[in-house]
Structure formats: C-alpha cells, structure tokens
C-alpha cells in the first residue's frame, strides 16, 4: 500500500512539473471564457444591426403607438398595400420581416393567427418583443370589453402565439429556433475542445518529442519506481535525468532478478522503439 501510494505521488509530481499541463491548467479555463465572449459578442452585434420589419393590420386595432421604433427595430406601416404585396414587396426587398394581423371575428382567434414572414429565422428576442406588444393590446381591448373588475382582468390574460413561415409557405416553429441555438453551442465547444486540444498535442510534441535525443540517456544513472522484470520479462519504468531534466522512461533489464522500486540503476543501451536497457549499480547520481 505504502509502494502505491509512493508510485502515485511521483505520478503526479511528474505530471504537475510538465510545462504542458501548467500551460493547460491556465489556458484551459481562458479558452472557456474567450470563447464565452465571442459568442456573447456576436450575438450583441447581430442585436445592433437596425432591422425593418413592416405590419399589415387587417383587425384595424393597431396604431402606430403600438409599433413605437426602438434602437434596434424600424416598424413601418404596409396596411395600405395589402398582405400579398407586402409579402412579395418584403421577399425582394431589404427587410427582415413581415408581420400580418388578421381580421378576426373574436381576440381569442386573433391571437393565435398572427403570422410572421421572414427570409431567415427570426431572433427569439424580435419574435419575444412582438407577441408582447400584441398581448397588450389585446388584453387592454379586452379589460374595456368586460369592464374593470379584478376576476375578470385576470380572466383577460392571454398568450399569443405568432405563426413563423418562409415565403413558400413552410412552417417554422420555435423548437428549431431553439434548436439550432442548441446545435451551435455543442458546435462551438466541440471546436474549443478541437482547439485545445491540438494546443495540448503541440505543447506536448513541443515539451516531449522533438527536442529529446534518447541516446543522451546512455550511462545516466537513475531510480526504479516500478518493477523492471528480469531477463526482459516486464517493462518497468526508471527515472533518469536526461538533457537536464528528470523523465520517467520504459526500461528492460537483462538482471537475473527483477529491479524493484528504489534500486538505483544505470542506462547500459537504447533500443530502436526508445526503451533503456538498465543493470543495477552501486553508483548515486551525485557519484556519476
């Protein structure tokens, strides 16, 4: 028990000196809130951009005090023209959209008819912001139909549903909006995981590979801290310090006896897949 629980201390000593996993500890949760932020910033800029959306009102309830313009929204009025030509006229045009309110004989059917033409999917915060002004000026035209009285202003509470379709008439609905936020997010942070990664991988060909020259280890005088088995039984691992840094390295050994953690051993060859030939010696590091 004492043997392993030395074997994992030295494990993990050796892997929290090794300049990539420093690196990966502090760039790991970087990466994460970069990330974070591009999308937050993209998603702010596309908000910025000024959209034109234009209302044909059939129910004659609206006015344009209830499509005030905001910073980010221009609402302009095509009841005139008509809800097929605005269709076509928004279709060809620069707009983002087209918002239709039927005529209806009851608020109830009003609510659940309204629909929204648009060339792309419109942002869940647009749609968000339209059903809220609808839903407020059918609950107040409904509050004067019954009268100011408590139950029957909260029996005035109504949700409105806006259709969403493209202009070939094929239905859109919220869940894929939602969805497609969803798929884009896994996307995003399947490329962060992408980018790091291969950032780990470089660091690591970087700390470990490129730069070592295995036959620098020939005659270097190490420790056993897993068994070495005898006449090239087991592969064990030795640590030896090599180009001046101690590496934890497979090793073989043609001892008559296994070298068990603690020998001190000294590297007698390097095989051509990179693994020590080691014997067991008398010698310290300090004595080499």
Same mark, same amino acid.
């Given at each position: 028990?004492?043997?392993?629980?030395?074997?994992?201390?030295?494990? @993990?000593?050796?892997?929290?000196r090794?300049?990539?996993f420093?690196?990966?500890?502090? $760039?790991? +949760?970087?990466?994460?809130?970069? #990330?974070?932020a591009l999308?937050?910033? =993209?998603? /702010?800029?596309?908000?910025?951009?000024?959209?034109?959306?234009?209302?044909?009102?059939?129910?004659?309830?609206?006015?344009k005090?209830?499509f005030?313009?905001?910073k980010?929204?221009?609402?302009?009025?095509?009841? !005139?023209?008509?809800t %097929?030509e605005?269709?076509?006229?928004? %279709? /060809?045009?620069?707009?983002?959209?087209?918002?239709? &309110? +039927?005529?209806?004989?009851?608020?109830? $059917?009003?609510?659940?008819?309204i %629909?929204?033409?648009?060339?792309?999917? +419109?942002?869940?915060s647009?749609?968000?912001?339209?059903?809220?002004?609808?839903?407020?000026?059918?609950?107040?035209?409904?509050?004067?139909?019954f009268?100011i009285?408590?139950d029957?202003?909260?029996?005035?509470? &109504?949700?409105?549903?806006?259709?969403?379709?493209?202009?070939?008439?094929e239905?859109?609905?919220?869940?894929?909006?939602?969805l497609?936020?969803?798929?884009?997010? &896994?996307?995003?942070? =399947? $490329? #962060? #995981? @992408?980018?790091?990664?291969?950032?780990?991988?470089?660091?690591?060909?970087?700390? !470990?590979?490129?730069? $070592?020259k295995?036959?620098?280890?020939?005659?270097?005088?190490?420790?056993?801290?897993?068994?070495?088995g005898?006449?090239?039984?087991?592969i064990?691992k030795?640590?030896?310090?090599? /180009?001046? !840094? =101690?590496?934890? =390295?497979?090793?073989l050994?043609?001892?008559? %006896?296994?070298?068990? /953690?603690?020998?001190?051993?000294?590297?007698?060859?390097?095989t051509?897949?990179?693994?020590?030939?080691?014997?067991?010696?008398?010698?310290?590091?300090?004595?080499?």
């Amino acid at each position: 028990m004492s043997k392993l629980k030395l074997i994992i201390q030295r494990e @993990f000593i050796a892997k929290v000196r090794n300049k990539s996993f420093i690196m990966m500890t502090f $760039l790991s +949760p970087l990466l994460m809130v970069g #990330m974070g932020a591009l999308v937050y910033f =993209l998603m /702010q800029k596309n908000d910025e951009k000024i959209k034109k959306i234009v209302y044909v009102d059939n129910s004659e309830m609206f006015s344009k005090e209830d499509f005030k313009d905001s910073k980010t929204i221009h609402y302009i009025d095509y009841t !005139a023209l008509g809800t %097929e030509e605005t269709k076509k006229k928004v %279709e /060809q045009g620069n707009y983002y959209g087209a918002l239709i &309110i +039927p005529k209806q004989d009851s608020l109830e $059917l009003l609510a659940k008819s309204i %629909e929204f033409y648009s060339k792309d999917s +419109p942002g869940m915060s647009v749609i968000s912001s339209l059903e809220n002004k609808i839903e407020s000026k059918i609950r107040n035209k409904k509050l004067k139909n019954f009268g100011i009285d408590l139950d029957k202003i909260k029996a005035s509470k &109504i949700n409105t549903d806006i259709k969403m379709l493209n202009f070939s008439g094929e239905e859109s609905s919220k869940l894929i909006n939602g969805l497609k936020i969803g798929v884009g997010l &896994i996307a995003g942070y =399947l $490329l #962060m #995981m @992408f980018v790091m990664a291969a950032l780990f991988y470089y660091i690591s060909k970087l700390t !470990a590979s490129g730069t $070592l020259k295995m036959k620098n280890a020939l005659n270097a005088i190490g420790e056993v801290y897993l068994t070495v088995g005898a006449k090239r039984s087991k592969i064990g691992k030795v640590q030896v310090k090599v /180009q001046g !840094a =101690l590496r934890e =390295l497979d090793a073989l050994t043609d001892s008559e %006896e296994d070298l068990i /953690q603690g020998n001190v051993i000294k590297v007698i060859e390097v095989t051509n897949n990179g693994i020590l030939t080691v014997s067991y010696t008398h010698l310290r590091a300090h004595e080499t």
